[in-house]
């Protein structure tokens, strides 16, 4: 043995390489990280770790080549109260993910040999910004987004961190970014931010993505954007700002997306040569701009997305359109715009959505939009278009969703929509339409919308229409359909699933990708208002996933048919103004989700069936009958029907075994009282025949 080795214990013992207050190292790290992660499993009680006794293969576990544990992701880990400071005790911890716990503090011991970089506290139940955690040297990406956060001033961080996450939390009036100028990405969305915007955001020289929407601040939006060269993208929607965009914001070479809805800027919308030359997302809708839409949006050869939603853009549509040629989504509804749409449009071989509601345009749709192949979306309704509805655009093989609704359109709809594969919504609503309904449409096999009223349609009701087996809305209210209802009705919505709930959204729309992903609409039929005769096919029972049916304001006789009862996820029934007669069926009362059952101005009579739905509905909806019962106030005629109770299946007997049983345990009770009643009294009489002996012995 050398000298050396007999030395080196007495050395390491007089000169300790490390205190115990430093952050721990480990010339075996695995060992030593191994037991932190068994001490870690049991003071957390992280419950999906004792699946197996090897740490190595726990879930959220990272290890790195030399055996150092690098990572740990416990998102949604049930972690919950003060939660100690990991990475003192994994000195090469380098990325924590914690979020979605219920982690409502953080120990922070202020070590400052950590390798950590990395730390997302997102979805906890924070209140207080966590103590000393600016001390993390090497951090670079802080996430304390959705928590209860309330503070004045951010703290000063190490100039290594890059991206701060304060959304979703409560912070108000003003907050500090306290000197943090070298942050390349900050979110302060979705809190309670007033005041002005700080200009300390253009000294933020390093600044690529700054979010700051969904707050309160207020003015004018500043001028002070000039120093920003690395900005990308800049969301300051859903605040109340006001004044037009500056210049300096115009003339960022970088900025690619620019998000500014839901304020009040406003004035004309002014575009110099060179602004937004790398802009390829422009939100404005729901502001106060004016003027006319400037040409020189034709010049931004980058754009994708346009949105001027909501404002008060007035004059045309400029034809330079045509020269945005990576433009994928165009929507300028809900202005004042007048002309026509410009032919050049029809160049833009990329174009997925096109929406031009509430305005108005005019003169004939241009058939050269069928060029735009790629269009899934054309949104064209509430406007001045007349003429013929174009038969090119049949050839839109990837078009999902056509609207056309309340224009002067004339003709009918071409046949060669009956190609259209993939069409799911069509409205042609509100035109001045004639003939009879497209026998054609039964070929789309994709629709599942399908709106034809109000527009001059004639002849009977399709018999057809079970065959659009996706089928789940159609409305041919107010034209001049007339015969009987086919009893192919019947077999509607087979394939169809239901909404209970109220889901008011229609089509899920992802601005960039066009997904059309839910359909949460109820399932109905609506035929009100045309010359329909005939009697109500007892098919209609058939229809089990029928949520709303509208016949109102027809000519139909007969009574309503007991069948109905059947269809037992009907909430709203209108049969009114028609020549109904005979007594309201027994079976409604079965209609557990019914919410309106509208039969007034009919020829009906007898008793409403007894049901906590029924009688629970305006009286005004039973008038113009001969009716009786609740919600009525008039008594019940002695031709009434018995009241109907619907009962479970496998529960109690027939009504007839009802009856009787509730008979006999009248007569019992009955006999039970005359029985107290005789004791009682024949107690009493001896009771008081016995007194006089009493007071005589006395």
């Given at each position: 043995m050398s000298v050396t080795d007999l030395l080196l214990p007495l050395f390491l013992l007089v000169f300790p390489t490390r205190s115990r207050s430093q952050c721990p190292t480990n010339p075996s790290p695995i060992v030593n990280d191994t037991q932190v992660l068994f001490s870690l499993r049991d003071r957390l009680g992280i419950k999906v770790w004792n699946e197996t006794a090897n740490p190595r293969a726990w879930r959220g576990v990272e290890w790195s080549s030399d055996n150092r544990v690098e990572g740990l992701a416990l998102a949604r880990f049930n972690l919950s109260g003060v939660l100690p400071a990991i990475w003192d005790e994994l000195p090469s911890l380098a990325r924590l993910d914690l979020s979605q716990n219920g982690i409502s503090s953080l120990e922070v011991t202020g070590c400052k040999n950590t390798q950590l970089n990395l730390l997302n506290l997102s979805s906890n139940s924070l209140r207080e910004f966590p103590g000393n955690i600016s001390s993390l040297q090497s951090l670079e990406s802080l996430d304390l987004s959705a928590n209860f956060l309330s503070m004045a001033g951010v703290p000063k961080f190490s100039s290594t961190l890059r991206s701060l996450n304060l959304s979703i939390n409560n912070l108000t009036a003003s907050v500090s970014i306290g000197g943090n100028l070298g942050l390349e990405v900050l979110d302060l969305s979705h809190n309670g931010l007033s005041g002005s915007i700080p200009e300390t955001f253009g000294e933020m020289t390093n600044l690529t993505r700054l979010d700051i929407s969904y707050n309160r601040f207020s003015g004018d939006l500043p001028d002070i954007w000039s120093k920003n060269l690395e900005l990308r993208y800049l969301d300051i929607s859903n605040n109340s700002l006001q004044g037009g965009l500056p210049p300096s914001l115009r003339r960022l070479r970088k900025l690619a997306d620019l998000?500014?809805?839901?304020?009040?800027?406003?004035?004309?919308?002014?575009?110099?040569?060179?602004?937004?030359?790398?802009?390829?997302?422009?939100?404005?809708?729901?502001?106060?701009?004016?003027?006319?839409?400037?040409?020189?949006?034709?010049?931004?050869?980058?754009?994708?997305?346009?949105?001027?939603?909501?404002?008060?853009?007035?004059?045309?549509?400029?034809?330079?359109?045509?020269?945005?040629?990576?433009?994928?989504?165009?929507?300028?509804?809900?202005?004042?715009?007048?002309?026509?749409?410009?032919?050049?449009?029809?160049?833009?071989?990329?174009?997925?959505?096109?929406?031009?509601?509430?305005?108005?345009?005019?003169?004939?749709?241009?058939?050269?939009?069928?060029?735009?192949?790629?269009?899934?979306?054309?949104?064209?309704?509430?406007?001045?278009?007349?003429?013929?509805?174009?038969?090119?655009?049949?050839?839109?093989?990837?078009?999902?969703?056509?609207?056309?609704?309340?224009?002067?359109?004339?003709?009918?709809?071409?046949?060669?929509?009956?190609?259209?594969?993939?069409l799911i919504y069509l409205s042609v609503s509100s035109n001045n339409l004639s003939g009879e309904v497209p026998a054609m449409l039964q070929n789309v096999s994709t629709l599942q919308f399908l709106f034809l009223s109000n527009s001059g349609f004639s002849g009977s009701v399709p018999d057809w229409l079970p065959r659009l087996t996706n089928l789940r809305e159609m409305d041919f209210s107010y034209n001049r359909l007339s015969g009987e209802m086919p009893a192919s009705i019947g077999r509607l919505f087979a394939n169809v699933q239901l909404y209970h709930k109220s889901k008011l959204l229609l089509l899920d729309i992802k601005m960039l990708g066009l997904v059309y992903s839910s359909f949460a609409c109820p399932t109905s039929i609506n035929f009100s208002s045309n010359q329909l005769t005939g009697s109500?096919?007892?098919?209609?029972?058939?229809?089990?996933?029928?949520?709303?049916?509208?016949?109102?304001?027809?000519?139909?006789?007969?009574?309503?048919?007991?069948?109905?009862?059947?269809?037992?996820?009907?909430?709203?029934?209108?049969?009114?103004?028609?020549?109904?007669?005979?007594?309201?069926?027994?079976?409604?009362?079965?209609?557990?989700?019914?919410?309106?059952?509208?039969?007034?101005?009919?020829?009906?009579?007898?008793?409403?069936?007894?049901?906590?739905?029924?009688?629970?509905?305006?009286?005004?909806?039973?008038?113009?009958?001969?009716?009786?019962?609740?919600?009525?106030?008039?008594?019940?005629?002695?031709?009434?029907?018995?009241?109907?109770?619907?009962?479970?299946?496998?529960?109690?007997?027939?009504?007839?075994?009802?009856?009787?049983?509730?008979?006999?345990?009248?007569?019992?009770?009955?006999?039970?009282?005359?029985?107290?009643?005789?004791?009682?009294?024949?107690?009493?009489?001896?009771?008081?025949?016995?007194?006089?002996?009493?007071?005589?012995?006395?």
């Open positions: 998000s500014a809805g839901y304020n009040s800027l406003s004035g004309p919308l002014e575009l110099e040569d060179g602004d937004f030359a790398s802009i390829e997302t422009l939100h404005l809708w729901q502001n106060l701009f004016n003027g006319t839409i400037p040409v020189k949006v034709g010049s931004l050869r980058n754009l994708r997305l346009l949105v001027l939603t909501g404002n008060r853009f007035s004059g045309a549509i400029p034809p330079e359109f045509g020269n945005c040629s990576n433009i994928r989504q165009i929507l300028l509804d809900s202005n004042d715009l007048t002309g026509t749409i410009p032919g050049e449009l029809s160049k833009l071989s990329h174009l997925q959505q096109l929406v031009l509601n509430y305005n108005d345009i005019g003169g004939e749709l241009p058939s050269g939009l069928s060029n735009c192949t790629e269009l899934v979306h054309l949104s064209l309704k509430r406007n001045k278009f007349s003429g013929n509805i174009p038969d090119s655009f049949g050839n839109l093989s990837r078009l999902r969703y056509l609207s056309l609704y309340s224009n002067d359109l004339v003709g009918s709809i071409p046949a060669s929509y009956g190609k259209m594969s993939s109500i096919p007892t098919a209609i029972g058939d229809l089990y996933n029928l949520q709303l049916l509208d016949l109102s304001h027809n000519q139909l006789t007969g009574p309503i048919p007991e069948s109905l009862g059947k269809a037992r996820n009907l909430s709203k029934v209108w049969l009114a103004g028609n020549r109904l007669n005979g007594s309201i069926p027994s079976s409604v009362a079965d209609l557990s989700f019914l919410t309106t059952f509208d039969v007034s101005n009919n020829s009906l009579v007898g008793r409403i069936p007894d049901s906590p739905q029924l009688s629970s509905m305006d009286a005004a909806l039973f008038a113009g009958n001969q009716l009786s019962g609740l919600p009525l106030t008039n008594t019940c005629s002695s031709t009434a029907t018995l009241p109907h109770r619907p009962r479970r299946d496998g529960q109690g007997g027939s009504e007839h075994d009802q009856r009787d049983v509730t008979t006999l345990v009248s007569v019992a009770i009955f006999m039970a009282a005359f029985l107290c009643a005789f004791l009682w009294t024949f107690f009493f009489t001896l009771y008081r025949s016995s007194m006089p002996l009493q007071s005589f012995l006395a």
